[in-house]
């Protein structure tokens, strides 16, 4: 729900949980600067799941980590943007103000259930620190809200298992924990950054059954990143595809991904092996990721694109309308083009999309 | 690869950016260049390591054509002026000692011997070390099993403990007794390096190939696995070479290590301290800021290399 | 965590024995043999030669078997005198004389007489030791503070002036040699400026006695604020020396354990929880960064001692570090022996303590 017509400066309506705007976060490094993400906008409404989805280096991560103010700085600087978060910018918090919200009213969950959590204390400590943190509960009654959390996640023997370190747990009991610590004091908005890309298939399932159930009973809202349109699917109501620091296309879940606008989403879904494709070549998207420090001019996803055409190397295409504010995409294909250039696609004339598709196919080696 | 921007690494400092996916790429970019080509460039991105292996290379030079050319015989006794020794002068550079000796013409002559002890020290324990490694980490079991609690022997017993008597019992004050001494004392830091290496290579991808295709243990050793392990052995025998040169020093500063008759640093300071207290302090300031100096460069350079040569700091 | 002390316990056994054989040898390098060295000395009456040649099983012309016989006896293992393992109890002669075991050899206390004095090599030693522990104890802990201090704020405070500075002078005192700063220090602060004393423990004439004699510590009992402040302004440059050049190397390695640390996804983790600053630096990244640098003071125990060498010769501190030079100069074989055996087997026991501080600070190890 991007775009909704907003004043910079002014909070966005109630039912906006989070809102960012044109969010720029770049890292400074010995061999130049890298804009990890590259003015992103996107709203999630109180107790609804919005799906971020993009590959590794496209800057989702960067992006959750921006929202809670954990980027390290230096290297890290969040150059320009807005993120309104229940009524107030987080980016206009001081430190000490921001430590009543991280934790508290915004929680999250990474992908290393391995090293995520410390290994040389108990897991009922390190979610009991939170705990006592934030509720300002005794350390008793912090204990027992540590193993109430423990058994919210499904954790059999919870005052046992609390007394336990990581290293005695599996990989998937250990993501248990992580969402039991994030959960524990009744965030408003939960992220999970790539929740289950670290585990075991079979495990993936119960995590992500786990995710939305404890969702629905405790009603936050969730920013789910991941790189698996499966599990896009399967959990999320609306979704935003990010390439290279950008958003480059928008809508909800059936939108995306069975009308897909961008020629990057496209491909994203082509690349999903699937039963009624046997036989026939997987669809890979051709090049890869760009270099940081060297973005391409233009959309920054025409050396890979196989209709780019005329203003796509030197233009790069704004995140428009496709008949309502929350369906949006970034391409020349959709808008039209500025400075008087016409749709001229490289790879035939005008070609209508499922003919393009099957053509860029053909050309994929 | 971009000329440094991150302060700390600009003063050759120890700071270093944050692995960061924007690297990845530009090695990738690099990777056609040879490994030792790029060793090469990443240790030249080290400023404080080029200008101690300038340095260093300098001394090397000083200790072989500095006694030819200095006009003072460092064993002549003139005789000085003063009880505790003349101040430095336009004639004595750096003073004399309290028998009119020349301290620059000790410093320039000692070079020959500090840098040698050193160097050929740091050569005997980089070839015992890695063939003691390479033999325990290859072969395992119950070999492995002894070689490391000699290993670890060495590293209980306090090496100067064991120096001072070997100089003193078997030196007898000959640079190439010392030479063997320092060397066969200093060797088990490499022996562990190299057999960790071994330990981590032994299973690796490439050497299973190796293996699989039938190339005989001798070659995998040799051919194979002592290449990678390369890098952090060249870095410990800096570092080496640096304490050996220190401790070489001490030997002598406590008239153990070379005898009277030969300059070295070490020597140069033997009797530098009974004429602190007559003011004399530039007897004992520049043969000792001549190690120091050297040692410092030695270590700059060491720090160059590892950046430039162990993977697993890079970056 | 039992398993694991029990494992580096039974490592440490093949060390203890290698050292024992390393002290015997160069025992047995004293020309002429053991006994042929007090011949000299008027000190030693040939009673006490021949009782003690006797209780190690010393021969003048050693065979094989003979040496190993000797080695046992010199060890305390075998028991000389009645030809057996067994002592005149009838136990194993290795166990202390209150259970029944023998008095003889190194494990009974028995390190033989020096050369030099004729006296006991232990008591000798004995005598030293309390100046040797004052000096490395004060050593020791101002070197861990002040190294673990200026390493973790500088990883904290990364690329700060402070951090900076600490890599710079780091990198300028490690270089130096340690023996060679003491005498600069010497002549700054001694011979210059006259701010310390720059010999010896103790003032000699204020002193009511030597330092280390029954007599100096009844003076001490007496009146202990002046002579701990004597043994304090003493101690001031002997320190400095020993710890200047450890403290440049080890603040560099906590500062890059702490980085590693800081740099950990549990560090993250602790920060989205919305804990403060501090409680995240100390109770998760120094917490977990603790583990190396006890690793790494652990090996730097041996050097502890090496270091006290160096300072104890440049400052005539009357240690054990100068008592083993006066040793290696008068070339008193069988008290460069005790010294030598006597100060290994302390650093395979202090690396023992250290591997059990490990073992309880890390609960991977403790609960495997």
């Not at chain 1, 790069?316 to 391409?331: H, Q, S, T, Y």
């Amino acid at each position: 729900m991007p775009h909704l017509p907003q004043t910079p400066g002014e909070p966005p309506p109630p039912d906006v949980l989070l809102d960012v705007r044109d969010l720029r976060t770049y890292f400074h490094v010995m061999d130049g600067t890298v804009p990890a993400v590259d003015g992103v906008s996107f709203q999630v409404r109180r107790g609804e799941t919005l799906g971020v989805v993009g590959e590794s280096g496209c800057g989702k991560s960067v992006t959750a980590l921006t929202i809670m103010r954990l980027i390290e700085t230096p290297p890290g600087e969040i150059v320009s943007g807005e993120i309104w978060f229940d009524g107030r910018d987080v980016l206009q918090l001081s430190q000490d103000e921001m430590l009543q919200v991280r934790g508290a009213e915004m929680a999250m969950i990474f992908q290393e259930p391995m090293t995520s959590l410390n290994p040389v204390l108990t897991v009922g400590d390190q979610i009991v620190e939170a705990v006592v943190a934030h509720k300002k509960l005794s350390r008793k009654a912090a204990w027992d809200r540590a193993i109430e959390m423990l058994r919210l996640v499904g954790i059999p023997e919870a005052p046992r298992r609390a007394r336990q370190y990581p290293h005695e747990m599996s990989g998937g009991m250990r993501q248990r924990v992580m969402i039991a610590l994030a959960l524990s004091c009744d965030p408003k908005l939960l992220i999970a950054d790539e929740p289950t890309t670290a585990l075991d298939v079979t495990i993936q399932a119960q995590i992500l059954e786990l995710i939305r159930r404890v969702q629905a009973e405790t009603g936050t809202a969730l920013l789910l990143i991941t790189h698996d349109l499966g599990v896009v699917a399967e959990t999320v109501q609306r979704v935003v595809v990010m390439y290279a620091g950008k958003v480059v296309e928008t809508g909800s879940v059936q939108e995306v991904l069975q009308d897909p606008k961008h020629p990057y989403t496209e491909g994203l879904l082509a690349s999903i092996p699937s039963k009624g494709m046997r036989g026939t070549r997987l669809n890979v998207i051709k090049g890869s990721v760009p270099n940081p420090f060297r973005m391409p001019v233009g959309c920054r996803f025409h050396p890979r694109c196989p209709y780019a055409f005329d203003p796509c190397p030197d233009h790069e295409p704004p995140l428009d309308e496709l008949g309502r504010p929350e369906r949006r995409v970034a391409c020349w294909l959709h808008t039209t083009p500025p400075f008087g250039l016409e749709h001229r696609p490289r790879y035939g004339t005008a070609t209508p999309l499922p003919v393009a598709r099957a053509a860029a196919a053909e050309q994929v080696p | 690869m971009a000329i440094p921007t991150d302060p700390a690494l600009a003063g050759g400092l120890a700071g270093r950016a944050p692995a960061d996916v924007a690297t990845a790429d530009v090695e990738v970019a690099l990777e056609s260049l040879g490994q030792w080509q790029l060793a090469w460039r990443r240790f030249k991105r080290h400023r404080m390591a080029l200008v101690g292996l300038g340095f260093f290379s300098f001394m090397v030079l000083v200790a072989i054509f500095g006694p030819i050319v200095l006009p003072y015989n460092p064993l002549n006794i003139p005789g000085a002026q003063q009880p505790g020794g003349d101040p430095p002068s336009l004639q004595h550079l750096f003073g004399t000692d309290d028998t009119g000796r020349d301290v620059f013409t000790m410093v320039v002559n000692g070079a020959r011997i500090s840098v040698a002890v050193g160097g050929f020290s740091m050569l005997i324990a980089g070839m015992v070390g890695v063939l003691v490694g390479a033999i325990s980490g290859y072969f395992g079991g119950w070999i492995d099993n002894v070689l490391m609690r000699i290993v670890d022997t060495f590293f209980a017993i306090p090496l100067l403990f064991v120096i001072l008597v070997a100089a003193r019992f078997f030196g007898e004050g000959q640079v190439s007794s010392l030479i063997l001494i320092f060397g066969l004392l200093s060797w088990p830091l490499i022996a562990r390096l190299v057999r960790a290496s071994f330990l981590s290579l032994r299973e690796a991808d490439f050497v299973e190939a190796a293996r699989a295709v039938g190339v005989k243990d001798a070659r995998i050793t040799f051919r194979h696995i002592l290449p990678n392990a390369i890098g952090p052995v060249i870095v410990a025998m800096t570092l080496i070479m640096a304490s050996n040169i220190v401790l070489e020093a001490f030997v002598s500063y406590l008239n153990f290590g070379i005898s009277p008759d030969q300059t070295s640093w070490g020597n140069a300071l033997a009797n530098a301290q009974s004429a602190l207290g007559l003011g004399n302090w530039w007897w004992a300031f520049f043969p000792g800021m001549a190690i120091a100096v050297t040692v410092m460069s030695i270590n700059f350079v060491g720090d160059g290399l590892r950046d430039a040569l162990d993977p697993r700091t890079r970056l | 965590m039992t398993q694991y002390i029990v494992r580096r316990t039974i490592q440490a056994v093949p060390v203890l024995f290698l050292i024992s054989v390393v002290s015997f040898v160069l025992m047995l390098q004293a020309p002429g043999g053991p006994a042929a060295q007090f011949n000299q000395n008027p000190h030693i009456s040939t009673a006490q030669i021949n009782k003690w040649l006797q209780d190690w099983c010393l021969v003048r012309q050693p065979t094989l078997a003979d040496t190993i016989r000797e080695y046992l006896g010199w060890l305390g293992v075998w028991n000389c005198s009645g030809g057996s393992f067994l002592s005149a109890h009838g136990l194993p002669n290795f166990l202390p004389p209150f259970l029944g075991g023998g008095t003889n050899g190194v494990v009974h206390g028995d390190f033989g007489y020096s050369i030099e004095t004729g006296r006991p090599v232990l008591s000798m030693i004995l005598e030293r030791l309390p100046a040797t522990i004052i000096l490395m104890g004060t050593a020791f802990l101002l070197w861990a503070t002040i190294a673990i201090l200026a390493g973790v704020i500088a990883a904290v405070k990364r690329y700060s002036f402070f951090d900076q500075s600490v890599t710079f002078v780091s990198y300028v005192f490690y270089s130096l040699p340690t023996f060679w700063l003491g005498l600069i220090l010497i002549f700054i602060f001694g011979v210059t400026l006259r701010w310390f004393p720059v010999q010896g423990i103790v003032n000699v004439r204020q002193a009511a006695a030597p330092f280390g004699t029954p007599a100096y510590w009844a003076a001490f009992a007496a009146n202990p604020l002046p002579n701990i402040w004597d043994i304090a302004a003493h101690l001031v440059l002997p320190v400095a020396t020993l710890i200047a050049v450890s403290i440049a190397g080890d603040s560099r390695f906590v500062r890059s354990a702490m980085l590693d640390s800081l740099h950990q996804d549990y560090v993250r983790t602790a920060r989205a929880k919305g804990i403060p600053e501090r409680q995240v630096i100390l109770r998760h990244a120094f917490r977990n960064a603790l583990l190396p640098i006890l690793t790494n003071l652990a090996l730097e125990i041996a050097f502890l001692f090496s270091g006290a060498i160096v300072t104890e010769t440049v400052f005539s501190w009357p240690g054990m570090g100068r008592l083993y030079y006066e040793g290696v100069n008068a070339r008193d074989y069988f008290l460069l022996m005790g010294i030598l055996l006597i100060g290994s087997v302390l650093v395979v026991f202090m690396n023992l303590v250290a591997d059990i501080a490990y073992a309880i600070a890390d609960p991977r190890i403790r609960y495997n």
